[in-house]
């Protein structure tokens, strides 16, 4: 089950990926920081929203992608 934080991630993503791939970046952000989904802390998110970056800069461009990392960045 993943961490609150990502949870709150899949919730700002879901409404542009749809659930099933917000969940998927959110996995694969924290793969590519080599953070765990399940314990994923606010100490822990900026490592996570640079991955989290990576993962959508390409679908939705630069401008899209900074509104989402600083919806997450003030969770």
């Known amino acids: 089950m993943p961490s609150e934080l990502a949870t709150q ?3 700002i993503l879901s409404p542009v990926f749809g659930e099933f ?3 998927a970046k959110v996995t ?3 793969s590519l920081a080599g953070l765990d989904v399940e314990s994923l ?3 822990q998110k900026a490592q ?3 991955k989290l970056r990576l993962t959508c800069v390409r679908a939705l461009g630069e ?3 900074n509104e989402i990392i600083t919806k997450v960045m003030n969770l």
């Open 41 to 43: 802390t606010k100490l």
């Open 48 to 50: 996570f929203a640079e």
């Open 9 to 11: 991630a899949i919730g």
């Open 21 to 23: 791939m917000a969940k």
């Open 28 to 30: 694969a952000a924290c």
């Open 63 to 65: 401008r899209a992608t």
